[in-house]
């Protein structure tokens, strides 16, 4: 089983919608939970960093939050660009380690 | 400033050849990382290193697979020999090495190989 699972794994939307792309982990303890986004063909680029005291971090249209309790953090994206389609990557750190923790994805379409 | 540089980006080639990637992390970067990516996976490391020290192969398949950073900047990952399954994308991030716990990793675009 997964530490770190993603749903939906693909998610398909119109320009200009909002999408909500979720995240659940079990790694624990854990330093930070980070969202990265990974253009076909390309490596991921880091979104937002959020440490375990943290509970949203904003970039842009992006909107991340983070629920330490419940083991869970979203995604949400603010009026979608076609630019927007990507995957996106959950990514947890565990406390005191070094080690990313990578999701297996949500591959995001956004159509005009 | 130039990104985490990859060569080649793309490499095709048949069973049981040798095939080696480089990587350029970005300058000042004291820590790379290598990954392979299969399709529709996230990352999984295969080797950290800090400076030239490799700090973390448990991941990686000695039996086949080496890697050096000799000089504490650039790096090379040899597989010899290749297999069909080693056909995936091979990606190397550079990060600070700050020890901060939220040092940020920085992607190379990879390089896709395809094992015939």
């Known amino acids: 089983k997964n530490q770190v699972e993603q749903s939906p794994q693909s998610l398909i939307i119109l320009e200009g919608k909002n999408c909500t792309l979720q995240?659940?982990?079990?790694?624990?303890?854990?330093?930070?939970l980070r969202w990265y986004k990974q253009d076909t063909g390309r490596g991921p680029v880091s979104l937002t960093i959020?440490?375990?005291?943290?509970n949203t971090k904003s970039n842009g249209r992006y909107t991340a939050t983070l629920d330490a309790d419940t083991k869970q953090s979203s995604l949400h994206i603010t009026a979608s660009q076609l630019s927007d389609s990507a995957s996106y990557i959950c990514v947890v750190s565990p406390y005191n380690t070094d080690k990313l923790i990578f999701g297996t994805g949500t591959r995001l379409q956004v159509f005009p | 400033e130039a990104g985490v540089v990859q060569s080649p980006r793309y490499k095709i080639i048949e069973k049981k050849q040798p095939v080696a990637f480089w990587c350029n992390p970005i300058?000042?970067?004291?820590?790379l990382y290598w990954y392979l990516q299969n399709l529709g996976q996230g990352p999984e490391l295969l080797i950290r290193?800090?400076?030239?020290?490799?700090?973390?192969d448990s991941q990686l398949p000695k039996d086949r697979f080496s890697a050096e950073r000799l000089k504490g900047v650039d790096s090379t990952l040899k597989i010899q020999p290749a297999e069909l399954g080693d056909s995936a994308v091979y990606l190397c991030?550079?990060?600070?090495?700050?020890?901060?716990?939220?040092?940020?990793?920085?992607f190379g675009p990879g390089t896709r190989l395809t094992v015939l």
């Open positions: 959020m440490t375990f005291s943290e």
């Open positions: 300058s000042g970067h004291n820590t």
């Open positions: 290193y800090e400076n030239e020290e490799a700090v973390d």
């Open positions: 991030a550079s990060s600070q090495g700050s020890g901060s716990e939220i040092d940020t990793q920085y």
């Open positions: 995240c659940n982990y079990t790694v624990s303890p854990f330093s930070n």
